[in-house]
């Protein structure tokens, strides 16, 4: 069965820093990975996701994240962080094998302050 | 716009006195998918429908069932909540069941059970 870990439970950086919300994943077979945020009062929403190609995906609001197969990671990133990012971040994973769910980290509190 | 709603926001209900909550979509998918999260801790999945067809994870306990009387509509039944069930219940949609698929999330249901 597949895993998530992510190593930080919180994040506190301040505004316009860059930052770096860490993923390290495990299973046996090949992986689709995804990152959610979830803002204050709301549902997930996703943010990015790895299925193939290049191993360095774009998402919304300036957020890119790395696929590292031989680390087992993917890393969340934004050069420069705003209020209102400030969100629990959720790292998940699914196996490219027939029905598979989503796994979900713990979640990183990214705390973001002037 | 295109969404998933969940009624209501937050339920409180007593020990032992069954609840439900709602679920409704405006996206079409055929998969819904309910999900508790605890505090700090990673959303888990307790069960999904494919179109009509039910999955119950395996580790999901029997006071926890669910209906879906029509594509829109999902509701998740707590037979006789414990003190334990107190969570965030999260719906979600997927367009079809396959693990590369985006899951979108509905806002949640904070349940307290007094």
């Known amino acids: 069965a597949q895993s998530v870990t992510q190593l930080d439970s919180q994040v506190p950086v301040f505004e316009e820093a860059p930052v770096e919300l860490r993923c390290n994943y495990s299973?046996?077979?090949?992986?689709?990975l995804f990152w959610y945020v979830q803002y204050p009062n709301q549902g997930l929403q996703l943010l990015l996701k790895?299925?193939?190609?290049?191993?360095l995906v774009k998402g919304i609001n300036g957020f890119e994240a790395e696929f590292n197969k031989s680390q087992t990671s993917f890393h969340l990133r934004k050069p420069s962080v705003h209020i209102s990012d400030t969100a629990e971040y959720f790292c998940?994973?699914?196996?490219?094998?027939?029905?598979?769910?989503?796994?979900f980290g713990k979640g990183t509190m990214l705390l973001v302050s002037p | 716009d295109a969404m998933v709603i969940q009624n209501p926001r937050y339920q409180v209900t007593q020990f032992g006195k069954p609840v439900t909550l709602s679920c409704s979509q405006t996206?079409?998918?055929?998969?819904m998918y309910w999900y508790q999260q605890k505090s700090s801790q990673a959303p888990k999945l307790l069960f999904h429908?494919?179109?009509?067809?039910?999955?119950n994870e395996a580790d999901t306990p029997d006071n926890f069932q669910s209906r879906r009387p029509n594509t829109s509509f999902c509701f998740l039944d707590i037979r006789s909540p414990g003190l334990g069930d107190a969570a965030m219940y999260l719906c979600?949609?997927?367009?079809?069941?396959?693990?590369?698929?985006?899951?979108?999330f509905g806002p949640g249901t904070r349940l307290l059970v007094l």
């Open positions: 429908y494919y179109d009509k067809d039910f999955n």
């Open positions: 996206l079409n998918h055929n998969v």
């Open positions: 998940a994973v699914s196996v490219n094998s027939g029905y598979s769910t989503l796994t």
């Open positions: 299973s046996s077979v090949s992986v689709y």
């Open positions: 790895y299925l193939s190609g290049s191993t």
């Open positions: 979600a949609t997927s367009s079809r069941l396959a693990p590369q698929e985006t899951q979108y």
